[in-house]
Protein backbone atom coordinates (compact mmCIF):
# COMPACT_ATOMS: atom_id res chain seq x y z
CA UNK A 1 0.00 0.00 0.00
CA UNK A 2 3.04 2.27 1.20
CA UNK A 3 4.25 1.53 -2.80
CA UNK A 4 1.24 2.09 -4.46
CA UNK A 5 0.19 5.37 -2.49
CA UNK A 6 3.36 6.76 -2.15
CA UNK A 7 2.83 8.41 1.26
CA UNK A 8 5.80 7.89 3.45
CA UNK A 9 4.00 8.68 6.46
CA UNK A 10 1.33 5.98 6.06
CA UNK A 11 3.56 3.41 8.05
CA UNK A 12 3.31 5.51 11.29
CA UNK A 13 -0.68 5.85 11.01
CA UNK A 14 -1.18 2.94 10.54
CA UNK A 15 0.47 1.35 13.25
CA UNK A 16 -0.54 4.11 15.83
CA UNK A 17 -1.70 3.49 19.16
CA UNK A 18 -4.00 6.23 19.37
CA UNK A 19 -5.79 5.54 15.96
CA UNK A 20 -6.25 1.45 16.60
CA UNK A 21 -7.67 2.49 20.02
CA UNK A 22 -10.28 4.58 18.77
CA UNK A 23 -10.83 2.18 16.03
CA UNK A 24 -11.88 -0.20 18.60
CA UNK A 25 -13.87 2.06 21.07
CA UNK A 26 -16.04 2.79 17.48
CA UNK A 27 -16.48 -1.11 16.82
CA UNK A 28 -17.76 -1.59 20.63
CA UNK A 29 -19.66 1.49 20.60
CA UNK A 30 -21.88 -0.40 17.42
CA UNK A 31 -22.54 -3.72 18.75
CA UNK A 32 -22.37 -7.14 17.17
CA UNK A 33 -23.80 -6.64 13.66
CA UNK A 34 -26.03 -9.18 12.70
CA UNK A 35 -27.14 -10.59 9.24
CA UNK A 36 -30.18 -11.44 7.76
CA UNK A 37 -31.10 -15.06 8.76
CA UNK A 38 -30.13 -17.63 5.56
CA UNK A 39 -33.53 -18.61 3.78
CA UNK A 40 -33.43 -22.30 3.66
CA UNK A 41 -33.87 -24.31 0.52
CA UNK A 42 -37.47 -25.95 2.60
CA UNK A 43 -38.08 -21.94 2.63
CA UNK A 44 -38.57 -21.65 -1.08
CA UNK A 45 -39.99 -24.34 -1.44
CA UNK A 46 -42.61 -22.85 0.47
CA UNK A 47 -42.70 -20.25 -1.32
CA UNK A 48 -43.10 -22.67 -4.21
CA UNK A 49 -46.12 -23.90 -3.11
CA UNK A 50 -47.54 -20.71 -1.57
CA UNK A 51 -47.98 -19.78 -5.25
CA UNK A 52 -51.16 -22.27 -6.04
CA UNK A 53 -52.61 -21.79 -2.47
CA UNK A 54 -56.03 -20.40 -3.50
CA UNK A 55 -56.56 -18.61 -0.08
CA UNK A 56 -53.59 -16.70 -0.20
CA UNK A 57 -53.81 -12.61 -1.37
CA UNK A 58 -53.02 -12.01 -5.07
CA UNK A 59 -50.47 -9.12 -3.91
CA UNK A 60 -48.86 -11.61 -1.47
CA UNK A 61 -48.42 -13.79 -4.49
CA UNK A 62 -47.10 -10.95 -6.57
CA UNK A 63 -44.78 -10.95 -3.47
CA UNK A 64 -43.74 -13.75 -3.10
CA UNK A 65 -43.46 -14.45 -7.17
CA UNK A 66 -40.88 -11.42 -6.43
CA UNK A 67 -39.22 -13.24 -3.85
CA UNK A 68 -38.71 -16.82 -6.14
CA UNK A 69 -37.46 -14.41 -8.74
CA UNK A 70 -34.58 -12.94 -7.05
CA UNK A 71 -33.78 -16.74 -5.45
CA UNK A 72 -33.77 -18.06 -9.07
CA UNK A 73 -31.78 -15.14 -10.64
CA UNK A 74 -29.35 -14.60 -7.36
CA UNK A 75 -30.02 -10.86 -7.88
CA UNK A 76 -29.71 -8.52 -5.34
CA UNK A 77 -33.13 -6.58 -4.26
CA UNK A 78 -32.49 -3.17 -5.42
CA UNK A 79 -30.77 -4.83 -8.84
CA UNK A 80 -34.35 -5.91 -10.08
CA UNK A 81 -36.09 -2.94 -9.60
CA UNK A 82 -35.97 -1.46 -13.45
CA UNK A 83 -37.16 -4.39 -15.23
CA UNK A 84 -37.95 -3.81 -18.84
CA UNK A 85 -39.87 -7.74 -19.33
CA UNK A 86 -39.66 -10.49 -17.81
CA UNK A 87 -39.55 -13.63 -20.65
CA UNK A 88 -39.83 -17.17 -20.07
CA UNK A 89 -37.32 -18.86 -22.95
CA UNK A 90 -37.58 -22.58 -22.44
CA UNK A 91 -36.30 -23.18 -19.65
CA UNK A 92 -34.86 -19.84 -18.55
CA UNK A 93 -36.86 -16.81 -16.90
CA UNK A 94 -35.13 -13.39 -18.93
CA UNK A 95 -34.72 -10.55 -17.04
CA UNK A 96 -34.57 -7.42 -19.33
CA UNK A 97 -33.28 -4.29 -16.61
CA UNK A 98 -33.29 -0.29 -17.82
CA UNK A 99 -30.82 -0.21 -15.20
CA UNK A 100 -29.09 -2.07 -11.61
CA UNK A 101 -28.21 -0.59 -8.62
CA UNK A 102 -24.37 0.03 -9.30
CA UNK A 103 -24.59 0.45 -13.09
CA UNK A 104 -26.59 3.52 -13.38
CA UNK A 105 -28.53 3.67 -16.37
CA UNK A 106 -28.27 1.98 -19.70
CA UNK A 107 -28.61 4.29 -22.79
CA UNK A 108 -27.98 3.90 -26.33
CA UNK A 109 -30.30 1.15 -27.14
CA UNK A 110 -28.23 -1.10 -24.30
CA UNK A 111 -30.11 -3.64 -21.57
CA UNK A 112 -28.73 -5.89 -19.10
CA UNK A 113 -29.95 -9.07 -18.50
CA UNK A 114 -30.67 -10.97 -15.87
CA UNK A 115 -30.99 -14.93 -16.35
CA UNK A 116 -32.43 -17.63 -13.74
CA UNK A 117 -34.71 -21.07 -14.20
CA UNK A 118 -38.41 -21.24 -14.21
CA UNK A 119 -37.71 -24.80 -11.95
CA UNK A 120 -36.36 -24.26 -8.55
CA UNK A 121 -36.61 -26.86 -6.14
CA UNK A 122 -40.94 -28.37 -7.68
CA UNK A 123 -42.64 -29.00 -9.92
CA UNK A 124 -44.53 -25.63 -9.54
CA UNK A 125 -45.52 -23.05 -12.29
CA UNK A 126 -44.32 -20.64 -10.41
CA UNK A 127 -43.46 -18.29 -13.10
CA UNK A 128 -46.11 -18.48 -15.32
CA UNK A 129 -48.62 -17.93 -11.94
CA UNK A 130 -46.62 -15.09 -11.31
CA UNK A 131 -46.58 -13.74 -14.86
CA UNK A 132 -50.29 -14.50 -14.84
CA UNK A 133 -50.56 -12.64 -11.89
CA UNK A 134 -48.70 -9.49 -12.10
CA UNK A 135 -51.03 -8.90 -15.64
CA UNK A 136 -54.30 -9.80 -13.35
CA UNK A 137 -53.07 -7.22 -11.38
CA UNK A 138 -52.02 -4.45 -14.31
CA UNK A 139 -48.90 -5.06 -13.05
CA UNK A 140 -46.62 -5.57 -16.00
CA UNK A 141 -44.93 -2.53 -16.69
CA UNK A 142 -44.18 -1.49 -12.54
CA UNK A 143 -41.16 -2.96 -10.88
CA UNK A 144 -40.81 -6.38 -9.98
CA UNK A 145 -42.12 -5.79 -6.45
CA UNK A 146 -43.99 -2.36 -6.36
CA UNK A 147 -45.10 -0.35 -3.57
CA UNK A 148 -48.87 -0.27 -2.29
CA UNK A 149 -50.57 2.70 -0.92
CA UNK A 150 -53.08 2.45 1.90
CA UNK A 151 -55.80 1.61 -0.56
CA UNK A 152 -53.81 -1.91 -1.77
CA UNK A 153 -52.90 0.37 -5.28
CA UNK A 154 -50.04 -0.36 -7.06
CA UNK A 155 -47.21 2.06 -7.35
CA UNK A 156 -44.79 2.41 -10.27
CA UNK A 157 -41.70 2.54 -7.67
CA UNK A 158 -40.18 -0.33 -6.17
CA UNK A 159 -41.32 -1.56 -2.68
CA UNK A 160 -38.73 -0.10 -0.29
CA UNK A 161 -36.02 -2.26 1.11
CA UNK A 162 -37.62 -1.47 5.16
CA UNK A 163 -41.49 -2.69 3.63
CA UNK A 164 -39.63 -5.61 1.75
CA UNK A 165 -37.59 -6.66 5.42
CA UNK A 166 -40.95 -6.25 7.06
CA UNK A 167 -43.50 -8.45 4.61
CA UNK A 168 -40.66 -11.13 4.46
CA UNK A 169 -40.89 -11.40 7.90
CA UNK A 170 -44.64 -11.40 8.15
CA UNK A 171 -45.12 -13.59 5.54
CA UNK A 172 -42.26 -16.63 6.71
CA UNK A 173 -44.38 -16.23 9.80
CA UNK A 174 -47.36 -16.16 7.93
CA UNK A 175 -46.06 -20.18 6.18
CA UNK A 176 -44.68 -21.01 9.39
CA UNK A 177 -41.25 -20.85 7.71
Not at 45 to 50: C, F, P, S, T, W
Not at 64 to 83: H, M, P, Q
Not at 100 to 121: D, E, H, N, P, R
Request: proline residues 3%; aromatic residues 4%.
Amino acid sequence: MIGVLEFRGLHAIINSKRLRGKTVQNLQRLGPRKQANIMLTSDVEILERAMVDASLDPFLKLFIFGCLVLVSTRCRFADLSNIVSIVVEGIDLVITLSQTKTSGAITYGQSLIAIGTVQLLTSTKWVKLGLLIRSKLKADDLPLIPARDRNDVLLDQPISVQAFNLQLRSLMALLNC
